[in-house]
Every structure is written in C-alpha cells, then in structure tokens.
C-alpha cells in the first residue's frame, strides 16, 4: 500500500498516512494526533440535531475563513476507519456553508470505548 508522509510547521508532527478503501486516508498514528484535510462528508457528526449553532457566529466564522482561512483545525475522532466530530460544529458548518469540500481536521485514534463515551 503506498504510504506517504505530510510536511508541515513544527507543531504538525509528520505523519503517515496510507491510501483506504473508501478513499481517504486512514491515520497510522504513533502517539499523538495527525493532521488531515478531511472531506466534509466523510466525518460524521451523531450529535448534529441535537445541538444547534449560533447562526452569528456561524456567520462571523464564515467572513474570517473566507478571509484568512481556518486557523484552528477541528477535533476528530477515528475510530475503526471511520471519523467522528463531536466539536468544532460552528467551523463545519461555515465549511458547509461557504461549500468547502474538506475541512483541515485534527484526527486522534480512539476505541468504541472512547466512542460510547461521547455519545454518552
Ligand atoms: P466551534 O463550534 O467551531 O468550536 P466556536 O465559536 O466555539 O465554534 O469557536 C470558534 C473557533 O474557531 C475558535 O477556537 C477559533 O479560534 C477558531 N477559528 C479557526 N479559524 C478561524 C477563523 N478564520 N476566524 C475565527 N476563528 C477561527
């Protein structure tokens, strides 16, 4: 599998990251949080409809990552392949709504345990 590694500031650890089936890359972590630039619509978000954002802020968001882009990446959880955000839901929908296709991410590897745990 050919695998590759993202260069980045010194705070961005060098990461590997190999080629998946469903076509984003999967994290090989060794320790700490990668960084990847995730497709929207590959990160799901089981508590969307039961939080709802501040359309202002969403708004002001908007303006500033049109502007400067996004500054801070959002948390994500991977869990089996798969990635999950819990936060960061005002950045994912100005990323919605300004029809960005990714969105840069801050993926930490977790188990189902850690799942359950924030679904809780
Ligand atoms: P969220 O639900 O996305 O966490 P908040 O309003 O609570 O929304 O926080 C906004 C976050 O977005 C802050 O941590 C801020 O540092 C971060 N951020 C990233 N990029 C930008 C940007 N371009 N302009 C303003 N804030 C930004």
Same mark, same amino acid.
Request: net charge positive; with cysteine.
């Given at each position: 599998?050919?695998?590759? =590694?993202?260069?980045?500031? $010194?705070?961005?650890?060098?990461?590997? +990251?190999? $080629?998946?089936?469903?076509?984003?890359?999967?994290?090989?972590?060794?320790?700490?949080?990668?960084?990847? #630039?995730?497709?929207?619509?590959?990160?799901?978000?089981?508590?969307?409809?039961?939080? $709802?954002?501040?359309?202002?802020? +969403?708004? #002001?968001?908007?303006?500033?990552?049109? #502007?400067?882009?996004?500054?801070?990446?959002?948390? +994500?959880?991977?869990?089996?392949?798969?990635? =999950?955000?819990?936060?960061?839901?005002?950045? =994912? #929908?100005?990323?919605?709504?300004?029809?960005?296709?990714?969105?840069?991410?801050? +993926?930490?590897?977790?188990?189902?345990?850690?799942?359950?745990?924030?679904?809780?």
């Amino acid at each position: 599998m050919a695998s590759f =590694y993202l260069q980045g500031p $010194a705070i961005f650890r060098s990461i590997s +990251v190999s $080629a998946s089936s469903n076509g984003v890359p999967s994290s090989t972590q060794q320790g700490g949080p990668v960084f990847l #630039e995730l497709p929207l619509d590959k990160i799901r978000r089981p508590l969307m409809r039961t939080r $709802a954002n501040d359309p202002q802020k +969403v708004q #002001e968001l908007m303006d500033s990552i049109k #502007e400067i882009g996004l500054q801070v990446p959002i948390d +994500v959880l991977e869990v089996d392949g798969v990635f =999950y955000g819990f936060s960061g839901c005002h950045r =994912y #929908e100005a990323h919605q709504r300004l029809g960005l296709p990714t969105i840069r991410c801050k +993926v930490r590897r977790g188990t189902k345990e850690t799942l359950r745990h924030h679904l809780r």
